[in-house]
T-cell receptor, first 115, second 114 residues
Framework: GAVVSQHPSRVICKSGTSVKIECRSL??????MFWYRQFPKQSLMLMAT?????????EQGVEKDKFLINHASLTLSTLTVTSAHPEDSSFYIC???????????FGSGTRLTVV | AQKVTQAQTEISVVEKEDVTLDCVYE???????LFWYKQPPSGELVFLIR??????QNEISGRYSWNFQKSTSSFNFTITASQVVDSAVYFC???????????FGTGTRLTIIP
């Protein structure tokens, strides 16, 4: 079946540094990618929607300058957490939308810890 | 606006017991999809089912069954003869036709006690 490969699965970074998370669709083209954030024991909160070749659409309250999303190709979308702080520590998940018939394929998630 | 409510935050049952996870939704859309996902401790989301709003037939897949009732805006999920491997967080989700965004419930953490 279709797979979205998300890397890294875990990352620890120092406060003030930037971290890039990649989601790569294997064997299919992802025109739309959703990025979610999940705090411990909480639900998935949609951060932004990215479409290949255009600017991402951010949900209300999400800082677009802090969470940079790039969807430069049909198989790769990236989320960069810039100048990370401890409060950015969270679980980040991407999801590729494959149309009405196939629905969503989720990445395996990235656990970010900022120290 | 859409909303999905999973009132049960945590449930624990002994292995082999049946368990039902509740999901109640709100939407103004007349056509929509409902979903259930499983999130095991590893974190990835596993798709379980998608049901569209004009198909109220109940569905059974092995030990899993789903009861969709439009009259009560509910889409409940039952696991029969639960197993330890069923331990996970389960999310109910909703999206309208023509809108790609999913609205997730708050999830129910299910623990199966051996």
């Amino acid at each position: 079946g279709a797979v979205v490969s998300q890397h890294p699965s875990r990352v620890i970074c120092k406060s003030g540094t930037s971290v890039k998370i990649e989601c790569r669709s294997l064997d299919f083209q992802a025109t739309t990618m959703f990025w979610y954030r999940q705090f411990p024991k909480q639900s998935l909160m949609l951060m932004a929607t990215s479409n290949e070749g255009s600017k991402a659409t951010y949900e209300q309250g999400v800082e677009k300058d802090k969470f940079l999303i790039n969807h430069a190709s049909l198989t790769l979308s990236t989320l960069t957490v810039t100048s990370a702080h401890p409060e950015d520590s969270s679980f980040y998940i991407c999801s590729a939308y494959r149309g009405e018939l196939y629905g969503y394929t989720f990445g395996s998630g990235t656990r970010l810890t900022v120290v | 606006a859409q909303k999905v409510t999973q009132a049960q935050t945590e449930i624990s049952v002994v292995e082999k017991e049946d368990v039902t996870l509740d999901c109640v939704y709100e939407t103004r859309d007349t056509t929509y999809y409902l979903f259930w996902y499983k999130q095991p401790p590893s974190g990835e989301l596993v798709f379980l089912i998608r049901r569209n709003s004009f198909d109220e037939q109940n569905e059974i897949s092995g030990r899993y069954s789903w009861n969709f009732q439009k009259s009560t805006s509910s889409f409940n999920f039952t696991i029969t003869a639960s197993q330890v491997v069923d331990s996970a967080v389960y999310f109910c989700a909703l999206r309208a036709f023509g809108n790609e965004k999913l609205t997730f419930g708050t999830g129910t953490r299910l623990t199966i006690i051996p």
